[in-house]
């Protein structure tokens, strides 16, 4: 079974990752500026990198977790009595939660941000975007994940559904495309768009720092982290307005982007969260 899901959780990655690049290579809502070949040649290659840092490290260890932790009984998910269906998407929902906090926490501790910021460095935000995450940084992240799993306890089943659809709704939102208003208004009230993910790509931090959503955007409403993009809004975030501030000339640097952590680049973080907003 594990092997199962493993290769379905593959397929959903592939599938997602060609039906978005076509999607936006059709209808793109932001001119492309630069080489899009190379942009994505580069982000293939950070893919390819953290897949080997994943396969090697944390794969194994993350799986025997899982078993061992449902074997034990442990997490909130167990001791309510939750299995099937049910299980699955309270796991989903729970677990977007943890996700939220933790790429929350990513913009607001600045040793976390150190890795962190090295996806925020691109100066443009595609579906390639999506795969753009420090190894660093996953190998933080898999130490968080491990204690999500031991609060929770979700089945490796909720487990895979839950990573699938991280993975998926990563490659939507980055994603060169947008909707109607009318369709991003009700889309967005529930799922994180391309849209509302471009605001918290801009390079103004007061919008930034916003937006931390991943599957699920009314976790941003609901915990005062929304900001909210003006109608229309994407078309406003076009060439240098995406990114961070400075060392936009090294995005696309491999030495420069595997340093990232130790430069001492846009490490200013703001003192306190943001206040709502009503557009960029």
């Known amino acids: 079974m594990d092997i199962d899901l493993d290769t379905g959780k593959l397929i959903v990655f592939i599938g997602g990752l060609l039906l978005f690049l076509g999607l936006e290579s059709l209808l793109p809502k932001r001119a492309w500026h630069g080489q899009r070949g190379h942009r994505l040649v580069f982000h293939v290659g950070v893919a390819a990198l953290n897949t080997v840092t994943v396969r090697v490290l944390i794969f194994v260890p993350m799986l025997l977790w899982l078993v061992f932790v449902e074997e034990q009984g442990w997490g909130l998910s167990r001791w309510l009595g939750l299995h099937g269906w049910p299980e699955i998407l309270l796991s989903v929902i729970v677990l977007d939660l943890f996700d939220y906090f933790w790429h929350r926490a990513n913009h607001r501790v600045t040793w976390l941000w150190r890795f962190h910021k090295a996806h925020h460095a691109d100066t443009a935000m595609d579906t390639s975007t999506a795969l753009r995450f420090h190894p660093g940084e996953l190998l933080l992240s898999a130490f968080a994940k491990g204690i999500w799993v031991l609060i929770w306890g979700p089945s490796a089943i909720a487990w ?8 998926l709704c990563a ?3 980055h994603c060169n495309i947008d909707f109607p208003d ?3 208004r009700q889309l967005s009230k529930v799922l994180v768009t391309p849209r509302y993910h471009a605001a918290h790509h801009a390079v103004d931090r007061h919008f930034g720092d916003a937006n931390f959503s991943t ?3 009314f976790w941003d409403k609901l915990l005062g982290t929304y900001a909210a993009p003006r109608e ?3 078309t406003t975030l076009a060439a240098g307005q995406l990114g961070l501030p400075e060392g936009r000339d090294l995005a696309f640097s491999a030495r420069a982007w595997l340093l990232e952590p130790f430069s001492q680049r846009n490490l200013h973080l703001p003192a306190a969260d943001p206040p709502l907003h009503s557009g960029y």
Not at 160 to 167: A, D, H, M, R
């Open 160 to 167: 895979f559904v839950f990573e699938g659809l991280v993975s």
């Open 215 to 217: 599957i699920f955007s």
């Open 171 to 173: 490659q939507f939102h």
């Open 232 to 234: 229309g809004g994407l």
């Open 182 to 184: 009318a369709v991003e």
